[in-house]
T-cell receptor, first 117, second 111 residues
Framework: GAVVSQHPSWVICKSGTSVKIECRSL??????MFWYRQFPKQSLMLMAT?????????EQGVEKDKFLINHASLTLSTLTVTSAHPEDSSFYIC?????????????FGAGSRLTVL | EDKVVQSPLSLVVHEGDTVTLNCSYE??????LLWYKQEKKAPTFLFML????IEKKSGRLSSILDKKELFSILNITATQTGDSAIYLC???????????FGPGTRLSVLP
């Protein structure tokens, strides 16, 4: 089945630094990937839709200059949290749309837990 | 505005109980409804439903969709402690568009 790899799974950084999170589709091509943020005991909050070869589409309230998304190839999307602050600490999850049994299914990466000191 | 509502938001049962989780939706250009189970990390896929009245089944889990009344249910029979998780319902909007997630149901199965 479709596999999405996300790296790193855990990162701790100092306030003011930037952190890059990678999301790779390992055995399929993903023209579209999604980035979510999840706070403790809450559901997934869509941040942006990443489209290969074009600009990402950000959800309302998400700062595009702070959360930079690049989807340079059909198997890789990156999320860079720029000038991170403690309030950016969260669980970030990516997903990619794949075809399974003739229908679209979202396959998720394992998530990246960001802690900003 | 598109929305997906799940109920209950939280549920505590004992092993062996049967539970029914609910998901209702209002979205434009409905394409499919998906159920996911999330334990400590990323959600894992359970079912995808596109047609009304056709039950999907996997072991002790089953799910069905009603496109007229705009809802789906996820049943878990003979629950086990390993079923403890957040169960997420998501609706796919049209081709090439987004998936809208519900808030999830947090299920706790006590021994």
């Amino acid at each position: 089945g479709a596999v999405v790899s996300q790296h790193p799974s855990w990162v701790i950084c100092k306030s003011g630094t930037s952190v890059k999170i990678e999301c790779r589709s390992l055995d399929f091509q993903a023209t579209t990937m999604f980035w979510y943020r999840q706070f403790p005991k809450q559901s997934l909050m869509l941040m942006a839709t990443s489209n290969e070869g074009s600009k990402a589409t950000y959800e309302q309230g998400v700062e595009k200059d702070k959360f930079l998304i690049n989807h340079a190839s059909l198997t890789l999307s990156t999320l860079t949290v720029t000038s991170a602050h403690p309030e950016d600490s969260s669980f970030y999850i990516c997903s990619a749309r794949s075809r399974q049994g003739g229908a679209n299914v979202l396959t998720f990466g394992a998530g990246s837990r960001l802690t900003v000191l | 505005e598109d929305k997906v509502v799940q109920s209950p938001l939280s549920l505590v049962v004992h092993e062996g109980d049967t539970v029914t989780l609910n998901c209702s939706y209002e979205v434009t250009n409905f394409r499919s409804l998906l159920w996911y189970k999330q334990e400590k990390k990323a959600p894992t896929f359970l079912f995808m439903l596109t047609s009304s009245g056709i039950e999907k089944k996997s072991g002790r889990l089953s799910s069905i969709l009603d496109k007229k009344e705009l809802f789906s249910i996820l049943n878990i029979t003979a629950t086990q402690t390993g079923d403890s998780a957040i169960y997420l319902c998501a609706v796919e909007k049209g081709y090439g568009q987004n998936f809208v997630f519900g808030p999830g149901t947090r299920l706790s199965v006590l021994p």
